[in-house]
């Protein structure tokens, strides 16, 4: 049965703010749980089949499909808020034209990275100081992700496109399947037959494929819905002005992903020389940080998407309401999560490991896990506005300041100049996160976010 068109392109140009931010933002709520479900699924089963030496692996892969996979998410929100700002101009003959654009971009940049990727892997794994005991079951894990990364990125190309049109729902329901695909394929390859790090990264790859599937099945079938045509040529064609405008746009945003993966990276290639306890219980740390900023992200984005067709629909004061929802629901999140981690550490850390030496170092990453939720609240409505706006200007000063200047300035000056080792390289990387909001301050301020990418 086909829905018409009205119901499938949402209008967040008028209704209830709080009640349209909570109903579109909690099937991205709900699809980040599911992620979160088979990512620390991966390092639960590692942990527990491998140990730390597995912990470590994934750790150290991990970072290097995540700083890959977060310059791709840059340019698909780029894509998200554009979609959002041709819809609130009434620009819907766009379409078709600029959903070409996107999927052609973004075939053609996971190809790219993935062949770059794999052919100086190892050179990047003794860049990052990967732990001897380690480094073969890292190799493994990354291998397999960089070889699978246009499965997982033309996925976030679909989720994109259908959530800039307001439909967070059926994200949810392709999601929903790969994370439960993903955990039944974990437990086959690693603990049923044996295969390491890799198994568990051939285990997303394969899930996020089929998901992926699935969402262009799900475009195909309501293309007219949507107003698109789909046809096998979206996949190498483009519209020059269309591509342009969203690389304009989208390379600060994936700048601004880069450069903080990139940072992190390098910050983690520091930990990485105190050893494979520090390592492994790095990996944790990164997963439950990522947790936490999954959850962040479902509430900026459905903020950002909501801010954008306002903004290319004239209508700021809509704009301030959304911000300031956007706050309070990631500010009982980040108080639930700290609440969490600060009376139970040692629950939540020993479900990845019973290693004392790794769980001891997990006591002393409260204080930091506690300053990393505090700054995921504060970036919720900031990222909203920064990226809603579509100005690419503010978001290269955010790259710039957060992912480069601040969080290796932080880290080296806490972690080397302070003496407090890896503790310090930790914490510099957390109090670098509250640079999108001391940004987001000036730039609300200044008027400058009322300007369109997209002009009516």
Known sequence: MNHHPQQIIRDFTQGDVRRQLIAFSLPLFLSHLLQIAYNMADMVIIGQVMGKVGLSAISVGGDIYSCITFVAMGFANAGQILLSQFIGAGKRDQLDRFMATIFTFFLGFALTVSIAGLFFLEEILQLMNTPPEAYAEALAYARVSLAGIVFID???AVSAVLRGMGDAKHPFYFIGFAALLNIVLDLVFVPLLGMGAGGAALATVLSQGLSCGLGFAFLLRHRGEYHLTLSPRLFFTWDRQLMGLLVS???PMALKNASVQLTKMFVNAWINAFGVAVSAFAGIGHKLNSALNMLSNSVNTAGASMIGQNIGAGKYGRVRRIMAETFKFMSVLACLFAAAVYFFPDQIFGLFTADPEVLRIGREYV?????LALGCDTRSGSNALLNGSGN??????????DGIV????????????CHMG??????????AGFTPFVICLFFYRSGAWKKAAVHR
Not at 406 to 417: C, P, Q, T
Not at 423 to 431: E, I
């Open 406 to 417: 601040l969080r290796l300035g932080f880290s080296i000056f806490f972690g080397f100049y």
């Open 422 to 431: 890896y503790f310090g390289l930790w914490l510099g990387d957390a109090v």
């Open 249 to 251: 746009l989208g390379f």
């Open 367 to 371: 204080p930091i896990a506690i300053l």
């Open 392 to 401: 690419p200007h503010i978001n290269l000063a955010v790259a710039l300041l």
């Open 154 to 156: 033309m996925y976030n």
